[in-house]
T-cell receptor, first 111, second 115 residues
Framework: NAGVTQTPKFRILKIGQSMTLQCAQD?????MYWYRQDPGMGLKLIYY???????DKGEVPNGYNVSRSTTEDFPLRLELAAPSQTSVYFC??????????FGSGTRLTVV | ELKVEQNPLFLSMQEGKNYTIYCNYS?????LYWYRQDPGKSLESLFV?????AVKQEGRLMASLDTKARLSTLHITAAVHDLSATYFC???????????????FGKGTLLTVNP
């Protein structure tokens, strides 16, 4: 039982490049989230999804896109990467009974 | 908009001492979480507080919740070096009926326990 799996764990992008951060869960949770963590700033919500086909913006959505075609997967797309997107990205799932489960994170550097 | 404020943001303690981290939040919420994060690692769930007056303890850590004051505390008793980490509180904006919604985090408290 893997829980929440994020790939890749590390990535270096050049300014203007694009990439997709992958998040997969095997917990059958409807709710999934993408957070970014910057030093000293806690975690901020980028996008979330309440089920397949339904997504919504969080606090800091600019520069990102998401899709949710299945319950298991919630990829985060970065278009035209900028240095301000250098951060650690966490995917999470939740249910009322089991609370929140976080992935191990993706450390992204944009140079 | 929900705001979650933690203080202090930095805490340097001596081993054996006691201290408290405070978490204030701005609107009504159903659940409050405390997490621990070690450098370069993900978040580890410590406590979930569900109702007013809730108190939970695990080892040297004790968390409490006062929903009327919109305040949670994380109390550290007789600190040891292994407790050095960043501690986050997070508030769940749950809809009525028990549906989870999303977590809003405080900025975190970097705790350093010195010998």
């Amino acid at each position: 039982n893997a829980g929440v799996t994020q790939t890749p764990k590390f990535r270096i992008l050049k300014i203007g490049q694009s990439m997709t951060l992958q998040c997969a869960q095997d917990m059958n949770h409807n709710y999934m989230y993408w957070y970014r963590q910057d030093p000293g700033m806690g975690l901020k919500l980028i996008y979330y999804s309440v089920g397949a086909g339904i997504t919504d913006k969080g606090e800091v959505p600019n520069g990102y896109n998401v899709s949710r075609s299945t319950t298991e997967d919630f990829p985060l797309r970065l278009e035209l990467a900028a240095p301000s997107q250098t951060s650690v990205y966490f995917c999470a799932t939740s249910s009322w009974t089991s609370g929140y489960t976080f992935g191990s994170g993706t450390r992204l550097t944009v140079v | 908009e929900l705001k979650v404020e933690q203080n202090p943001l930095f805490l340097s303690m001596q081993e054996g001492k006691n201290y408290t981290i405070y978490c204030n939040y701005s609107t009504t919420s159903d659940r409050l979480y405390w997490y621990r994060q070690d450098p370069g690692k993900s978040l580890e769930s410590l406590f979930v507080l569900l109702s007013n007056g809730a108190v939970k303890q695990e080892g040297r850590l004790m968390a409490s919740l006062d929903t009327k004051a919109r305040l949670s505390t994380l109390h550290i008793t007789a600190a040891v070096h292994d407790l050095s980490a960043t501690y986050f509180c997070a508030v769940d904006m749950s809809r009525s009926g028990g549906s989870n919604y999303k977590l809003t985090f405080g900025k975190g408290t970097l705790l350093t326990v010195n010998p």
